[in-house]
């Protein structure tokens, strides 16, 4: 009887494993904590850019009106969806004036899910968070055939 009973253990044991992988899995890619109902939008300096995987995040440095500074931090996609719609690594440097979109987050931190990026010299580098696309659907009638990457 013993041995019929240890025999289940590590199948039960891979079954929990399993279970309980799937949970951080789909908590990690949440935008819960950011309130999709709103946008913000906020002109600054860029303090950091970090191009990285699994999201990119952008720091701006904000004046505020009574000269005292914060910083805020825009989450983005991953290098390879934001290759997709036009950006790279080079595109922004520590110093650089932007003016960036986003959903704020629920709790009124300083942080933000990246919808746009305005840079000074008038390019807009669109992340596809938090808004609907422009245009018909891919494959629909009338869209614009997809265009080679760059």
Request: aromatic share 8%; net charge positive; no cysteine.
């Amino acid at each position: 009887m013993r041995t019929h009973f240890s025999a289940r253990i590590p199948g039960l044991s891979a079954a929990v494993l399993l279970a309980t992988a799937a949970f951080p899995a789909a908590a990690h890619h949440s935008v819960a904590v950011f309130d999709m109902s709103k946008t913000i939008s906020i002109q600054g300096t860029v303090e950091k850019w970090l191009w990285a995987n699994p999201h990119s995040w952008l720091y701006i440095r904000v004046m505020k009106p009574d000269g005292s500074q914060e910083v805020w931090g825009f989450e983005a996609g991953s290098t390879g969806m934001l290759s997709r719609n036009g950006w790279n690594a080079a595109d922004m440097k520590p110093g650089d004036k932007v003016t960036v979109s986003g959903a704020p987050s629920r709790d009124g931190s300083h942080i933000s899910l990246l919808n746009q990026v305005q840079l000074a010299g008038g390019r807009a580098l669109n992340a596809g968070f938090g808004s609907i696309p422009s245009g018909p659907p891919p494959g629909a009638a009338g869209a614009s055939p997809p265009t080679a990457p760059r």
